[in-house]
Structures are given as structure tokens and as C-alpha cells.
């Protein structure tokens, strides 16, 4: 006999939105809970009412007693004439006392209480209580199995949160420096020695390689928590013992793995990044077999810190050229000119969204989902409301005949079909669910349509778990974390976009994506203006750090009377080429200094504001 649960009212509730229990079944149980719970207050009370028993009860004594007469008796036993009889006698008598020893014990351990020797009488017997209504026993069986799915349908090996095992060491350093084409001996050399030698540079440049080596290790320190092999390739650098560390950092199982670090920038929200990686990493072309992965790290201005102090950074997943190029051909494929994603793929700019976690990140996953067709014929012939079950159960349901049969509406059938699609070919994945919300968007758009609606129900079907508000992606969808939101993000973003485009009635033909993070519109007039686009510059005060604004916008942001490109409203970046940029970055360095009343000034070397330029010629 028990009550409810918090929790299995909850799932109850669920039960009836799903149609596995009806209204009245479900007041049913409710009223059950009710009468259980005033049965088992009178029963409280009662007790509360019962003197407190003396530790030393009558069955102490008595216990004690009975121990004391069988000893007697195996003292008597004894004196007795020996032969087969007499043994018999006494191991009687000792399994006796045995038995008189563990029911002493067991009376003190229940505090004087004997649970055995306590009389029953028939009318002091338990009643029988009713059980929970048969239906909604079922229900909740039932839901809770759907639970169980979508637990293990998200369940993750280990966090996207990571860090560094031990603070660097003078390894660390040297390969650092290393980097910076300058050899030390790390043997030989004492840790304030090695660290005095590093910081000869400037600190600008020694917060990019501490950070650079950090993601590194972070990465050897998560993929080591899915895999027992990994080896740490980039430290073979400073003995030379093979060339391996040319072409990538890290060897997990028998995959080699390229480590790109980035850094937060100012204003980008985690969207926009500075890559923060050693030189000839930016020259090395990464095969086709390496994966890429993507470490976001904070941005740590002070080298000190590093020094002492583990460090934590987001590990972002991965990605390679190749699972790009088939994501390309499948959006060529289902939006044909609607979406030109040439320029997807930059190796010197790879957002968030480009990455998703490799599987061992999801060991329940696979497993799960060749489970769920089983799962839905149950949930169907169970009489369940079809359009209120969650959108994973069919996106993953391997019954191509059962899902034709069921009443979808059209909107929700084509995304499904869409996520269906993408499942089978290139597999869902962040990028893939981040590419397709740009592409059902844009399409509306095309159309003259609000994007809304697409992009609602997109939403109602990868939203994960079942107790989150539907109002929100979480960090799930279709069970793939995404800790940084960026589908949410993108979902958001478009519907501003594309509802304003249509109160301006402008007229699209198509969309292009020019650079990853660029989005321009062809326009029926021939015109392509730029819908969406970062700022790629600097910001110099209060601290020296990629800008990163993102999103600029055609609405929010002003054009450059000289390039025609969005000028950033926080750095005041249009594009290195434009002559009116420099001296309108000077004008804002200088308002945010009277702002702050002149307090600071950038101190790094002018040769560094050049280093991180993109290529922008694509604006
Ligand atoms: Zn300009
Ligand atoms: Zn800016």
C-alpha cells in the first residue's frame, strides 16, 4: 500500500495528455490517492498515541531467560553417559542457544521491539486496501517506459563542461614555446626558469598558446572518459620521436583528432569565436580521415592565471570536411536554389553549430532508438492521441507503413519527413538540425510566408524531454545536446528576420550562405543584400579582444557609405580594405575612453591587430 508520488502525478497528468487514460480514470485514481492518504494519517495518529516502549521489555528479559535455562540444560547434557544419544542431546541444545542468541539480538536491534514474538490476534490482522485503479496502474507503466526512452535517448557518457587533470607542467611550457619557435629544454630547466623564458612574450601572445595547449588537454581528458586510448601526439613536438604532430594533435582508438581551439569573443555569445590555435596549425590542411574538435575556451586575459589554476573550457564536438560536404548535398538536394550553402565550409572559421559530439558520447543512443519502433505500435494500439506524441518517436520509428497510417497533420508530416530523411542519410546532428531550421525558414520566406509556423513545428518535434515547457528548445533535441543553444538560437533569429523581410515585402528569390556565418538574400530585382553577418574586428578597450557582435543585421545595423558593408554597432568594424574603418575604430576607442574616464589604454603590438583578420572579400 503507498500514495503518489510527486512524480507520478506528474507522469499521470502526462498520461491523460497522451490519451492513455481518460479524465474520469484519472479522477479515479485521485480519489484513491486521497482515501490512502486519510487511512494512513489515522494510522499516524494512532501511533503517535502509543506509549513509548522501554528499551529493557519483557522479551529482553525473556530472551535472556531462555538462554539461561538451555545453557543449564547443555550443563546437564554433559554430565550425562557419553554415546551417539548425548551428541544428539547437545546439538539440539546448541542450535537452541543459537536461536536464543539471534532472537536476543534482533530484540535489542529493533530497540526492545521483537517483530516475532509479538502476538497477532486475528482482529488485529491488516486490512486489505485497494489497490491504484487498474488503468491507471497501465498508464503509468506505460508513460513511464516513454520516460525511460527519452532518458536514455539523451543520456550522455560524460559533460560538455571539461577540464584540464593537473596544471600545466614545464612539458606543457616548452611545447608552448615550442610553438612560438623557441626550443627549451623542460629537463633542464626549473618551472619560475621556463615560465621567466615565457614570459618574454608578450602576454597578449602567451594567453593564445596556454589556451591553445589547455584545449588540448582538455580534449585528451574528455575523450579518455569515453575511451581508455588516447595519446598525446602534439607533446611528440619537442622530442622529435615521430611527425605524427604535423598533421594533428591527439590519436583516440585509432582516429587522429585535430584540436582547434577558440576563445569567446566580446559580443558574440558563444556564436562567434577567435580561433586561437599555433601557426602552423592554421597551415595545416586537415585530411578528410582527421576529425576536427572544437574547444571553446573563456577568454583569460591575465597569462598568470593559467599558471597554478586547472582550467575548464566547453568541449564542442567535432567535425570534418567530409560530414559538411554530404550535409551540403543533402540541403542542395531538398532546397535546391532556396539555399546555396557554398560557403558552409572555412577552415579558418568554424562556429559552434559545425560541431556534435562523436558517439561514444551517446552510449544508450543507438541501442535506444532500434528500440522504438516496438515502442510506438505499443503506444498506438494503446488508443494514445497521435499528434501529442513526442516528435522522436517518429523521426526514429523504423515502421515506414505504421508512421503512413497515422493522422499527422501536412506541416508536421513534412517535417518529419525532412528529420526522417536526414536520419537515414547523413544522420541528425547539430549542424544538420541547424541547416535544416535555416533552409524551412528561408523557403517560407521565398514563398512570401512567415517562417512561424515551419519553424513551430520544428520545434514541437525535436523539443526534448517531455517535462521541459514546449515553449523552449532545450539543450536536447532529438536527444543531442547542444549546451550552447545554437538551434534554438538560429530559430529564433530566423523568425525575427524573416517576419521583418516580409513587412518590408521584400521579394526573394533564394538565400546564400557566403561564409559560415554570413547570410545574404538574392532578391527578385536582382539585388543581394546582406540579411545577417558578425563583425570580424577588433575591439582595442577595455580589453584587446575579437569583437565577434553578432548578429548584424540589415534592420538594426547601419550600412558603410564607402563598402557597403554592416558596420558594427560596438567596435565600429565595416572591413580592413574600407578607409573610412580605421579612423570611425579610432573614434569609438577613443568615446569609450572619455566613457571610462581615459582609464585605459591598448598596449599590445599593432602587428597582433592583423593577425586574426578573416578573409572578408565574401562580404
Ligand atoms: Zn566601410
Ligand atoms: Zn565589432
Redesign the pocket.
Known amino acids: 500500500m503507498s500514495t503518489l508520488t510527486s512524480n507520478q502525478l506528474t507522469l499521470l497528468t502526462l498520461a491523460v495528455k497522451f490519451g492513455l487514460l481518460s479524465s474520469e480514470k484519472y479522477q479515479e485514481v485521485i480519489d484513491w490517492d486521497r482515501s490512502e492518504r486519510s487511512y494512513l494519517d489515522d494510522i499516524n495518529a494512532e501511533k503517535a498515541r502509543e506509549p513509548v516502549r522501554p528499551r529493557q521489555t519483557v522479551e529482553v528479559s525473556a530472551a535472556k531467560l531462555a538462554i539461561q535455562i538451555t545453557l543449564r540444560e547443555i550443563e546437564l547434557a554433559s554430565e550425562s553417559v557419553d554415546g551417539p544419544q548425548k551428541q544428539r542431546e547437545l546439538a539440539k541444545l546448541n542450535r537452541q542457544l543459537d536461536r536464543c542468541r539471534r532472537e536476543l539480538k534482533e530484540i535489542v536491534a529493533t530497540n526492545g521491539i521483537s517483530r516475532s514474538r509479538k502476538p497477532t490476534f486475528l482482529d488485529e490482522k491488516k486490512p486489505v486496501r485497494p489497490s491504484m485503479p487498474e488503468p491507471g496502474a497501465a498508464a503509468l507503466q506505460f508513460i513511464s517506459e516513454l520516460i525511460s526512452f527519452e532518458h536514455d535517448l539523451c543520456f550522455v557518457a560524460t559533460t560538455s563542461s571539461q577540464s584540464t587533470i593537473e596544471p600545466l607542467s614545464n612539458r606543457d611550457i616548452a611545447l608552448c614555446l615550442r610553438w612560438n619557435e623557441v626550443s627549451v629544454d623542460p629537463r633542464a630547466t626549473n618551472s619560475d626558469e621556463i615560465w621567466a623564458r615565457f614570459e618574454e612574450l608578450n602576454s597578449y601572445r602567451q594567453c593564445q598558446l596556454l589556451s591553445a595547449r589547455c584545449a588540448e588537454l582538455i580534449m585528451q581528458s574528455y575523450y579518455s572518459k569515453l575511451t581508455s586510448a588516447v595519446v598525446d601526439i602534439s607533446i611528440q613536438q619537442l622530442d622529435e620521436s615521430s611527425c605524427d604532430w604535423k598533421d594533428y594533435d591527439l590519436r583516440v582508438g585509432d582516429r587522429p583528432v585535430d584540436v582547434k581551439n577558440a576563445r569567446k569573443s566580446l559580443h558574440g555569445h558563444g556564436n562567434f569565436v577567435e580561433h586561437c590555435v599555433p601557426r602552423f596549425k592554421e597551415q595545416r590542411v586537415t585530411g578528410e580521415h582527421v576529425a576536427i574538435a572544437g574547444v571553446l575556451s573563456e577568454y583569460i586575459n591575465d597569462p598568470a592565471k593559467y599558471r597554478f589554476v586547472r582550467t575548464s573550457a566547453t568541449v564542442l564536438g567535432e567535425v570534418n570536411v567530409v560530414d559538411v560536404r554530404l550535409l551540403y548535398s543533402w540541403a542542395k538536394k531538398r532546397f535546391g536554389a532556396k539555399l546555396d550553402l557554398k560557403g558552409i565550409w572555412n577552415s579558418g572559421y568554424l562556429p559552434g553549430w559545425l560541431f556534435e559530439y562523436p558517439d561514444a558520447h551517446y552510449p544508450r543512443r543507438g541501442s535506444t532508438i532500434k528500440a522504438i519502433s516496438a515502442l510506438a505500435t505499443r503506444f498506438i494500439r494503446a488508443g494514445a492521441f497521435v499528434e501529442r506524441l513526442p516528435g522522436w518517436m517518429f523521426v526514429f520509428c523504423g515502421d515506414e507503413a505504421l508512421l503512413e497510417s497515422l493522422p499527422l497533420d501536412d506541416r508536421k508530416r513534412k517535417v518529419v519527413a525532412d528529420l526522417r530523411s536526414l536520419a537515414n542519410s547523413i544522420g541528425i546532428s547539430r549542424r544538420s538540425l541547424y541547416v535544416y531550421a535555416m533552409g524551412i525558414a528561408l523557403e517560407a520566406i521565398a514563398d512570401g510566408l512567415s517562417p512561424d509556423d515551419d519553424l513551430d513545428a520544428l520545434r514541437q518535434t525535436i523539443v526534448m524531454p517531455l517535462t521541459s515547457r514546449e515553449s523552449e528548445i532545450q539543450s536536447s533535441m532529438l536527444g543531442l545536446a547542444d549546451p550552447l543553444g545554437y538551434v534554438e538560437s538560429i530559430v529564433k533569429l530566423l523568425s525575427v528576420i524573416g517576419n521583418r523581410l516580409l513587412e518590408m515585402q521584400m521579394r526573394f528569390s533564394g538565400f546564400r550562405l557566403t561564409h559560415p556565418a554570413i547570410l545574404k538574400g538574392i532578391c527578385t530585382d536582382g539585388s543581394t543584400p546582406t540579411l545577417l553577418a558578425y563583425c570580424g574586428g577588433w575591439q582595442a578597450v577595455p580589453l584587446k579582444a575579437k569583437c565577434g557582435t553578432m548578429p548584424l543585421t540589415i534592420f538594426d545595423d547601419e550600412l558603410?557609405p564607402?563598402?557597403a558593408?554592416l558596420?558594427c554597432p560596438n567596435c565600429g568594424y565595416?572591413?580592413h580594405l574600407?578607409p573610412?574603418?580605421k579612423p570611425r575604430q579610432l573614434d569609438f576607442v577613443q568615446l569609450v575612453q572619455s566613457e571610462n574616464g581615459g582609464g585605459h589604454r591598448y598596449t599590445g603590438d599593432a602587428d597582433d591587430f592583423q593577425e586574426d583578420y578573416l578573409p572578408d572579400s565574401t562580404w
Do not use: D, K
Request: charged share 10%.
Open positions: 558603410c564607402s563598402c558593408h558596420v565595416c572591413s574600407c573610412e574603418c
